[in-house]
């Protein structure tokens, strides 16, 4: 029979083993198998012979650093070590549409809204060899926060050539339509536009 002096050196011991075992760990994911990253931890020489899952949110990559939290005597890879933030781009944070058009955000402050303009008239106003039509305001599904690089085109049968004329060019620039030629008669023009620029 045990007595309390052996019984506690044993629990000494046990305490001691998984005090060794860090909360968390950091390695490098070194190949992907069954669906499950392979781990090059810190410090060691060689990569692990097991898989090790990881939450929902992270997608693995083979090169990415990564860290680990312990779990019922195992480690979960909790997500990626970014420390180059300058070379990681924006993370899509906000998306949707209203009706001004749709608009996408992300988190380095990039945004891009697209729309479309209708137009029914006539191209007979002149700009040197060029005739114009004003198609109208350009309302933007949210603003920008300085003029954003602006691009668009027409439909292919009463094709023309969009640009600004003015208006406010942060939240709804005005838009002429320009042909070589006149279109004589009343025609619609429909326009599709992209505006990508900074939205903080």
């Known amino acids: 029979m045990i007595n309390s002096l052996d019984f506690t050196e044993i629990i000494r011991k046990i305490v001691q083993e998984e005090l060794k075992e860090t909360a968390y760990k950091i390695g490098t994911i070194t190949s992907i198998v069954s669906g499950k990253p392979r781990i090059m ?11 090790y899952s ?12 990564v860290l680990l ?4 005597g ?14 990681q781009g924006g993370s899509l944070i906000e998306s949707g549409s ?5 608009y996408t955000r992300f988190s380095d402050g990039t945004q891009i809204c697209t729309g479309t303009l209708t137009k029914t008239g006539v191209a007979d106003s002149t ?8 198609l109208g305001n350009a309302p933007y599904a949210k603003p920008f926060i ?11 049968l009463n094709t023309i050539i969009p640009g600004y004329r003015g208006g406010n060019l942060t939240t709804t620039p005005t838009v002429e339509g320009y042909r070589a030629v006149t279109s004589v008669v009343s025609v ?8 990508i620029g900074k939205w903080k």
Request: net charge negative.
């Open 127 to 134: 700009w040197g060899s060029l005739y114009y039509i004003e």
């Open 41 to 51: 931890f810190d410090g060691e020489a060689v990569a692990s012979g097991k898989g």
């Open 98 to 102: 209203n009706t001004n058009g749709y």
């Open 69 to 72: 939290s312990r779990m019922s």
């Open 188 to 195: 619609t023009y429909t326009f599709s536009y992209v505006a």
């Open 54 to 65: 990881f939450i929902q949110s992270y997608a693995p990559n083979v090169g990415d650093r």
């Open 146 to 156: 300085s003029k954003p690089h602006f691009s668009g085109s027409g439909d292919s």
């Open 74 to 87: 195992t480690y979960i890879i909790t997500g990626k070590i970014i420390t180059d933030t300058a070379n």
